[in-house]
């Protein structure tokens, strides 16, 4: 069995309770919430946050004059994001996000994204995310920094070299990162139109044809 880690993460996902698990607590304390929000989204775009927990994303995106839904499967945190006005789906980021593809003009992993890699999942958190994004939008990543407390333990924690690698690699283009607390950076990254790399790689390549001349009779 895999301990389990609860720390102020965003709220609890989509993992067992025998692997990394968030607790339903939230990070948001930590977070410029406001600078994320507008670096990720302008007024009037879509936004769709992974990991929503109690709605602090949604309800300053809200203030910002941008369409926010949230999502989780915590459902205390819903309740609370409800409670606040928030637009929330109960649904699981790893399996069938339940909107339509290419929906989403953006779309936010606040203090998330490394609890999807201790968990092997995190190639399945992309499909998803790939297929609701429009093609050219925006996906904001905020992760802490490989320091001190606080935070989930350094062993989790992703560079910014690292999620920039990962992303890559599920399709999407890495752009700039900008530090949005003490212990927290964003990375704004950029839906690709081609294919990723390793589902391009699983193409098979046409056959070649040979140069050579058959011999004469």
């Known amino acids: ?87 929330v789906i109960e649904a699981d980021a790893t399996e069938k996000v339940p909107l339509p593809t290419a929906s989403q003009e953006t779309i936010l992993l606040a203090n998330v994204l490394h609890g999807f890699v201790a968990n092997g999942q995190a190639q399945q958190a992309f499909r998803e995310i790939r297929r609701v994004l429009k093609t050219n939008g925006t996906l904001g990543i905020v992760e802490f920094y490989k320091t001190d407390e606080p935070g989930p333990p350094r062993s989790v924690r992703l560079t910014v070299a690292g999620v920039k690698l990962l992303a890559g690699r599920n399709g999407f283009t890495p752009g700039t990162t900008t530090r949005v607390g003490a212990h927290n950076y964003l990375v704004l990254l950029q839906k690709n139109a081609r294919p990723t790399l390793r589902a391009a790689s699983k193409r098979k390549s046409p056959p070649r044809r040979s140069s050579r001349r058959p011999a004469n009779q």
């Open 1 to 87: 069995m895999i301990a389990k880690h609860k720390y102020h993460g965003q709220a609890a996902l989509c993992m067992p309770v025998h692997h990394h698990e968030h607790g339903g607590r939230s990070s948001a304390e930590l977070v410029d919430i406001p600078k994320t929000i507008s670096l990720l989204a302008r007024p009037g775009q879509s936004l769709l946050d992974i990991g929503c927990g109690p709605g602090d994303y949604l309800t300053e995106a809200k203030k910002q004059g941008i369409a926010a839904i949230g999502l989780d499967i915590h459902g205390p945190s819903l309740a609370a994001a409800r409670g606040r006005g928030c637009e």
